[in-house]
């Protein structure tokens, strides 16, 4: 797969994402680094071994302290929506705004500027022809426009989600501390 942007761009991209505290978030940067070191199609849905990059929207509601969260239709887990890289995508962060806007039919702020608000390598199940695998995410940070969204067939279920509601959704660790690291920088705190 040929892509628009460099190896070279996205390994001082991932280089300089400070996880701070987050050990999780620490050992996923160096699993990512490595794999753009070693990988022969890091952006490829279709390698295996060691995996291949994935893309994750971290979308906050316009007004209100939300993020927009999914029922996954195949994971059936909560989730933020995100997916593969395509081979027409931009950038990274535009791999994840496409796919939130597939997956929810969010309209996303195109004044607000993107950062990489979290770093998640995790396994996948398989699924027919396609074995268990890692997703070497990079979640993305973004403002939606308004609190609109659609339910659509990769999205059963939608939600703009509060901090109060995490516990019941089970939401993953790497996602809380994505949005507690994105809401930091949001807020000047970081």
Request: a negative charge.
């Amino acid at each position: 797969m040929t892509v628009l942007f460099s190896k070279k761009e996205v390994v001082r991209l991932v280089s300089g994402f400070d996880p701070g505290d987050d050990g999780l978030a620490s050992k996923s940067k160096d699993l990512v680094l490595c794999l753009l070191e070693h990988g022969t199609k890091p952006f490829s849905a279709r390698q295996y071994w060691p995996g291949h990059i994935t893309c994750t929207a971290l979308i906050f509601h316009p007004r209100e302290p939300r993020v927009l969260a999914i029922d996954h239709h195949r994971l059936k887990r909560w989730l933020l929506p995100g997916g593969h890289v395509e081979q027409e995508d931009p950038s990274l962060d535009m791999t994840a705004a496409r796919e939130a806007e597939e997956e929810t039919r969010v309209q996303l702020d195109k004044k607000f500027q993107t950062f990489l608000a979290g770093i998640d390598v995790h396994g996948i199940p398989p699924k027919e022809q396609t074995p268990y695998h890692l997703h070497h995410d990079l979640i993305w940070s973004f403002r939606a426009a308004t609190d609109k969204f659609e339910i659509t067939p990769e999205a059963p279920k939608v939600a703009w989600v509060h901090q109060d509601e995490w516990d019941e959704l089970d939401l993953s660790d790497s996602i809380r501390r994505s949005i507690l690291r994105a809401s930091l920088r949001l807020n000047g705190k970081r």
